[in-house]
């Protein structure tokens, strides 16, 4: 307030703010007869007329560095998230080396990969609670054929996945995935047909 006395009870810095948004008749017959209140006033209205200094170099420039480690940190996440895409492609149009058979010359192979708080691995020997898996199959049986997913685990048996029509060939991916849990080994089979395969998984 001015070194100036009010006449009466003093009107509040914010009462005279808002009064100068919207005025108000109580407050302005306080001001014309308060000298103080009015100085007061005054200085309220000389702040509202005077124009924002020119931003500055130094605040510019900070601005640009706040929007470059946004766009640097959500760069960032992206190309994690595109890194195990790739893993996971590749993995998935990898040929197998050396195909193993089963007995009568069929060939029927089970693969499975793991996908781990984004890691991805596979052919995978073991499991941990919450891990996700995709299972990969190799077949030489031409036209379309189904294919069932068994889990063994504890004396039961699942049915993780719904049946799929698939296409024979070097390791097809099945629909879908599933996750694992448990402390006891498990034993994902693939059923096409007459003909089964199996890969074991052992608790982590």
């Given at each position: ?35 103080a ?126 049946p ?19 402390t ?21």
């Amino acid at each position: 307030m001015s070194a100036m006395t009010c006449i009466g009870e003093p009107i509040s810095w914010l009462r005279l703010e808002q009064h100068a948004l919207a005025a108000s008749d109580e407050v302005a017959r306080h001001l014309a007869e308060c000298g103080a209140c009015r100085a007061c006033f005054a200085t309220i209205e000389a702040d509202r007329g005077r124009a924002l200094p020119p931003l500055g170099e130094v605040a510019i420039a900070a601005a640009a560095r706040r929007r470059r480690a946004v766009r640097t940190r959500w760069l960032a996440a992206a190309s994690v998230a595109a890194a195990a895409a790739v893993v996971l492609l590749a993995v998935l149009r990898r040929e197998p080396e050396n195909l193993p058979g089963i007995k009568g010359g069929d060939d029927l192979v089970v693969d499975l990969i793991r996908e781990r708080s984004g890691e991805v691995v596979a052919s995978p020997v073991s499991f941990r609670d919450g891990d996700r898996f995709k299972v990969l199959v190799t077949c030489a049986r031409r036209g379309e054929i189904a294919a069932d997913v068994t889990v063994e685990q504890a004396g039961e048996v699942f049915t993780p996945l719904a049946p799929a029509q698939i296409r024979c060939g070097n390791r097809v991916p099945l629909p879908g995935a599933f996750t694992l849990t448990g402390t006891t080994p498990a034993r994902v089979c693939v059923h096409l047909a007459s003909r089964s395969a199996c890969a074991t998984l052992a608790p982590d």
